[in-house]
């Protein structure tokens, strides 16, 4: 079965220091694996995506890691902000079209 | 680049009630999804045309859901009666292709069924 899962399920930190999530998946054939952000609010908007060959893609202070392998990726975030606080959504594409989304990770940054 | 447009951005109905909901994709693109959220759930796919054709409704509930894209560019999403469970989010979203392309989500509908 098909399936995406986050880890934490939530997180807390303070403004200014790093954090990583995690998302592990069993998914074939893979295709390839996106990170979205999720706002309150607003629909998803996709902070990565990467494909089989590529186990790293940064996008500013978001940089994503993909180990095919292990079938792991994380999303670092660097020197955290107030704006970070959002959910984060690890979705991996199954052959041509169909996506397989993970559940999650709330994150809140405080002051 | 205007981005993917719904409405209404909130809406609240007693259980039993219909409601329509509406999406306007980004200009040129042939596919469009409609997903559910539930609170604290990843989106969950309901159908997927490309362009006016249904190319996955598995999911759909057809007892109560409906969701047409007559003439391939905006889509309605339509539940006929609503029940208490269908409080969640509907995301609209399109791509450019189908075959793994970056979807553009809408900014959603939020629904209450009390």
């Known amino acids: 079965k098909n399936q995406v899962e986050q880890s934490p399920q939530s997180l807390i930190i303070l403004e200014g220091k790093n954090c990583t999530l995690q998302c592990n998946y069993t998914v074939s054939p893979f295709s390839n694996l996106r990170w979205y952000k999720q706002d309150t609010g607003r629909g998803p908007v996709s902070l990565t995506i990467?494909?089989?060959?590529?186990n790293t893609k940064s996008n500013g202070r978001y940089t994503a890691t993909l180990d095919a392998d292990t079938k792991q990726s994380s999303l670092h975030i660097t020197a955290s902000q107030l704006s970070d606080s959002a959910s984060y959504i690890c979705?991996?594409?199954?052959?041509?079209?169909?996506?397989?989304f993970g559940t999650g990770t709330r994150l809140q940054v405080f002051p | 680049e205007a981005g993917v447009a719904q409405s209404p951005r909130y809406k609240i109905i007693e259980k039993r009630q219909s409601v329509a909901f509406w999406c306007n994709p980004i200009?040129?693109?042939?596919?469009l999804y409609w997903y559910q959220q539930i609170l604290g759930q990843g989106p969950k796919l309901l159908i997927q045309f490309q362009n006016n054709g249904v190319v996955d409704d598995s999911q759909l509930p057809k007892d109560r859901f409906s969701a047409e894209r007559l003439k391939g560019v905006d889509s309605t999403l339509k539940i006929q009666p609503a029940k208490l469970e269908d409080s969640a989010v509907y995301l609209c979203a399109s791509s450019l292709a189908p075959q793994g392309g970056t979807q553009y989500f809408g900014p959603g509908t939020r629904l209450t069924v009390l």
């Open positions: 990467m494909t089989f060959s590529e």
């Open positions: 200009s040129g693109h042939a596919t």
């Open positions: 979705v991996v594409s199954a052959g041509t079209d169909k996506l397989i």
